[in-house]
């Protein structure tokens, strides 16, 4: 029997909990609003074949299309975080497939749009827009959509693609039920013999234990569950790669990168760039294992190592305390963005804060236009809660900024922003805790939550991307996707990575893949880079007092979806099409490592 109790679902104090009533009075309210808009929706037909009546019947449309938009977001925000709360729950689980399916038949039910437009063409558009009012905000869509010309294809087309988008959602919800729901992993035994249950949202807080014992048995353990389990989970994600294939040869794309990147104008150098700046100094993280390996005392570096406390005092954080410092280290963003943080975290429940049987592993934001941006994480009262709360109030705020400037045709900006906004936040809250704490064990377990996060970020992220690039390639040559094949690649690419420094063991490294569901949404992992890359340029003009940095910021918020992602973050004061932030990233990292061994005294 465990030591440790997770707590069921509805033993969290509500309090805890997301505001779902802020969504929905209740599951029947959101049931009856889901066969509102199931009913309502034939009523576009209307506009299908009739949007070249005239500017008066297109802006119409759009009214109509945006009002639909804005109801299906909130009947997806509430089912996918009621079933990511508590994934075993079968009333949240039968939501959440219905909110999908409902999902799928709007996408298809508004994509005659494109194609119309098009026919209709660019000239008279350019003039509807001068002449109606009520177009004027379309502008950068119609920009966007002609720019994007040679890959829409015919109405009939496009409606079948559009409906595609739920059963293609199946792989990864089956994926998510698998390990998140159906995996029971053997708990973590210590070097006393006591039991601590691992799951998803507790395993990455037992392997910050200093019992090695702890590390290696919740390691071996969670890892050789996906193993027993490679050829479904395998199937899975080959299964997902090859709808990605589809996808770009339906679009008359060249490559999966291309057509990925080519959605947010996102040139594939800034990809290549990239993973070419992250070979390069991967000297600076080799020297980092070296030095983790001598401050721990071991002879061999093992995977399970990596997150081993380098503190020998692990500071506490109780959530009051973390919100506190995350304000202190935003109030150089002004009173009123810390105002709208504070409320959001103690007064209007954005987050679902503790951990719970059955939640869903990692951490992430999410929401919709008419709702709050919601957090869904498991705190744990440590300096990598704090990292992460932060983390995700970033993301948090980007969407309540875009949200009250925006309208919801740019309410959805890019992961390639989002990522940005979220590791700028981290990076200006621990500027200031560095500053304001001189304790020396409080130091090094920020550098260590720091370390943990680049390590996630600018180690973990680009070599996924690599893997990512390689299985795509592959099956893109008509060649097969194997569990062992990808085992094989996988451990490849970390042994590369780790140069000798770490040891590598084959399988269970290998199995890392089968752990990031991020990879059922595709090229999104090297955003974590880039974006960790432009939070730090970013936080540095607004942390050396350059003029209007935090209000260009601020604008960049507003912005959302509104421009392409390179020009808002060029509006913020970062080029990302260029590596020179990548590489000045990797100076900040090596910055950290000096520290951390100035610290240590190794």
């Known amino acids: 029997m465990s030591d440790i109790q997770i707590p069921t679902r509805d033993q969290i104090p509500h309090e805890y909990t997301w505001n779902a009533e802020s969504v929905f009075a209740s599951p029947q309210a959101w049931q009856t609003e889901w066969n509102s808009i199931a009913n309502d929706l034939p009523s576009l037909k209307k506009f299908q074949d009739h949007l070249a009546d005239g500017a008066s019947m297109l802006a119409d449309a759009m009214d109509a299309i945006d009002r639909i938009i804005r109801r299906i977001g909130k009947i997806y925000v509430y089912a996918s975080m009621s079933h990511a709360v508590d994934t075993p729950n079968q009333a949240a689980s039968k939501m959440n497939s219905e909110a999908q399916g409902l999902f799928g038949q709007v996408s298809g039910a508004v994509s005659f749009l494109d194609p119309e437009l098009i026919a209709i063409g660019e000239a008279k558009l350019r003039q509807w827009l001068k002449a109606e009012p009520r177009l004027k905000h379309i502008e950068h869509y119609i920009d966007n959509l002609f720019r994007k010309q040679a890959h829409v294809r015919s109405g009939e087309v496009e409606e079948l693609l559009g409906m595609l988008s739920d059963p293609f959602s199946g792989i990864s919800t089956a994926e998510g039920a698998l390990t998140n729901a159906d995996f029971k992993f053997p708990p973590a035994i210590d070097s006393a013999g006591k039991e601590l249950p691992v799951t998803q949202s507790s395993v990455y807080d037992i392997m910050h234990q200093p019992d090695r014992a702890t590390r290696r ?7 050789d569950l996906y193993l027993a389990h490679k050829n ?43 993973i070419n700046t992250f070979q390069k100094n991967l000297p600076t993280w080799q020297r980092y294992w070296r030095l983790r390996r001598k401050a721990l005392g071991v002879d061999r570096l093992e995977s399970y190592d990596l997150w081993a406390p380098l503190a020998t005092a692990k500071p506490k954080v109780p959530y009051p305390q973390a919100v506190d410092w995350i304000c202190e280290g935003l109030a150089p963003m002004g009173q009123e963005y810390v105002d709208i943080l504070r409320r959001g ?13 059955g939640k869903s592993a990692g ?29 995700e109030l970033g993301h948090s705020m980007h969407s309540y900024f875009t949200w009250k400037n925006q309208p919801t045709l740019y309410s959805e900006y890019s992961i390639f922003v989002a990522e940005v906004a979220s590791n700028f936040h981290q990076a200006m809250v621990r500027n200031y805790l560095l500053k304001h704490n001189s304790d020396r064990e409080f130091q090094i377990g920020l550098i260590e939550e720091a370390m943990g996060n680049f390590h996630r970020y600018f180690f973990i992220m680009p070599t996924l991307a690599r893997f990512e690039l390689e299985t795509h390639q592959r099956v893109e040559r008509g060649e097969g996707l194997t569990a062992d094949g990808m085992i094989d690649l996988m451990a490849d690419l970390f042994s590369e990575g780790y140069g000798g420094e770490v040891h590598v063991d084959h399988d269970r490294v290998g199995m890392t893949w089968a752990t990031f569901g991020h990879l059922y949404a595709d090229y999104y992992v090297f955003q974590y880079a880039t974006g960790i890359s432009g939070a730090h340029a970013l936080a540095k003009r607004v942390l050396s007092g350059e003029k209007g940095a935090a209000n260009d910021y601020i604008n960049f918020l507003k ?3 509104s421009m392409y992602s390179l020009d808002a973050l060029r509006l913020a004061g970062v080029d990302l099409s260029k ?24």
């Open 559 to 561: 912005a959302g979806d």
């Open 363 to 391: 951490a992430f934001s999410t929401g919709w236009p008419g709702t709050h941006p919601f957090i869904m994480m498991s705190f744990a009262d440590d300096i990598f809660s704090l990292s992460t709360l932060a983390h």
């Open 232 to 274: 479904t989970v395998a199937a899975n994600l080959s299964t997902s790669i090859k709808q990605n294939v589809f996808m770009l040869r339906a679009r008359q794309q060249p490559s999966t990168l291309e057509a990925a990147l080519f959605n947010t104008n996102i040139p594939v150098e800034v990809f290549h760039n990239l």
């Open 217 to 223: 048995s919740a390691w071996e353990n969670y890892r």
């Open 345 to 357: 975290c103690l007064q209007d429940r954005w987050i679902d804060l503790l951990p719970n049987q």
């Open 579 to 602: 590596p020179q932030a990548v590489d000045d990233a990797f100076a900040v990292l090596s910055g950290m490592v000096d520290k951390l061994e100035s610290l240590l005294g190794k």
